[in-house]
């Protein structure tokens, strides 16, 4: 849960960084494709490691959601990519694609490292 927590406090505060108040002001969606690109891949990367290590009787209710987790996040992440492309304005292309960039490289780099970190802990290659 910790690891969690540490992974969106620092995709959060990596992205504020990068933003541009002013832009985001004037385009809504973009803001709302940023919380569905991260909201796609966290989703991804948790419901795959509960669905490898919890028990089922814990988790008889969300069941079907992990185990159709890679259709579900998929459908989320296309939704994410369609509100991109709808909220793409002419005079902003340079900063909604680098945004877009940026968003994804943050999500590779530390959900990465992190799930990667949450595997080993449960596998026991960190003791």
Known sequence: MINLVMIVGMSFEILNLIKKKEKL?????HIYSQDLFFIAILYFTSAKQLYIHAPPEY????????INHKFISFMI???AFL?????LEAKSYKYQFKMFAAI???LG??????SSAYYNIFNGLIW
Do not use: D, E, N
């Not at 780099?109 to 992190?114: F, Y």
């Open 25 to 29: 002001i004037k385009s809504r969606f």
């Open 59 to 66: 988790f008889s209710t969300i069941r079907p959601l992990l």
């Open 77 to 79: 992440y296309i939704i």
């Open 83 to 87: 509100v991109f492309i709808l909220s």
């Open 104 to 106: 994804h490289v943050v």
């Open 109 to 114: 780099l530390i959900l990465g490292a992190g």
